[in-house]
């Protein structure tokens, strides 16, 4: 196997579409965000990307089958715009494999013709933030001014997002070298590792309703995070009673010596 494979499903004839990159990262605040979008529009897959720089394992789905790690790009029409979706569960993590995966991808959209990408990311907080702040970085001046128009709820501040590591940050900057402008949309998020920032991705979609005009309903994510919340306050009174027993156990405890 070579070290990228791209397995080409359709070849569909667009107008300008707009790239909404959605893979793990922390909090995995873009997969939520474009999976939900995935779900909601139901696109068409355009391509399948295997590599040996993903993770050296297979997943095993509901049926006991395996699955091989892909990243895939969909398109689908919405309204008047045509969208490309990058999504998958994973994406390199060494550094020269991000450069070559982030600039592949930028020639795949750009043979689609792409002209305009928006990343999405989350940026690390000690706690769980109450009403996460999302900021912004383009690529360009023009997009930047063109982005601040259509949504007030992105902030581009330079002390919150200084470094985008990944392929959310790479087609940026690897798109910017070919004539593809873009905005990343870093949103605050609770920077455990187990986190899954369900209201953080939320906040993404809202602000890409404002940029894009799309026509979705955020209440069926309403219900996941009530429900994320609920396993996730059972969970801490079931850790709470079982540090308490322990500690109980261990404060019954007598040496001899």
Same mark, same amino acid.
Request: net charge neutral; hydrophobic share 40%; charged share 20%.
């Given at each position: 196997m070579e070290r990228y494979l791209v397995k080409k499903i359709n070849s569909p004839k667009l107008k300008n579409p707009i790239l909404i990159e959605?893979?793990?990262?922390?909090?995995?605040?873009?997969?939520?965000?474009?999976?939900?979008?995935?779900?909601?529009?139901?696109? !068409?897959?355009?391509c399948e990307i295997y590599s040996t720089s993903f993770?050296?394992?297979?997943?095993v789905n509901d049926s006991n089958l395996v699955e091989m790690p892909v990243v895939k790009i969909y398109s689908v029409k919405v309204g008047d715009k045509d969208l490309l979706l990058l999504a998958g569960d994973v994406q390199p993590v060494d550094e020269e494999a991000s450069y070559q995966f982030s600039n592949l991808i930028v020639e795949t959209i750009k043979k689609l013709g792409c002209k305009e990408m928006i990343t999405l990311g989350g940026i690390? !907080?000690?706690?769980?933030?109450?009403?996460?702040?999302?900021?912004?970085?383009?690529n360009s001046k023009e997009i930047k001014a063109e982005f601040s128009k259509r949504s007030e709820g992105i902030i581009f501040n330079k002390t919150k997002a200084d470094a985008i590591v990944g392929a959310t940050g790479l087609l940026l900057g690897i798109g910017k070298l070919n004539d593809i402008e873009g905005v990343g949309l870093i949103v605050e998020t609770f920077g455990h590792q187990f986190h899954i920032g369900l209201k953080e991705a939320k906040e993404l979609l809202k602000v890409l309703k404002d940029l894009l005009g799309l026509d979705i309903d955020l209440k069926e994510l309403d219900e996941e995070i009530v429900q994320e919340e609920k396993e996730r306050e059972k969970g801490n009174k079931v850790l709470t009673k079982t540090v308490k027993r322990m500690s109980g156990k261990a404060g019954d405890m007598s040496y001899i010596g």
């Open positions: 959605g893979l793990p990262g922390v909090g995995n605040v873009g997969k939520i965000a474009v999976d939900f979008l995935i779900d909601k529009f139901e696109p !068409t897959p355009v993770p050296h394992s297979v997943f690390g !907080t000690m706690s769980e933030p109450k009403n996460p702040k999302i900021y912004g970085a383009a």
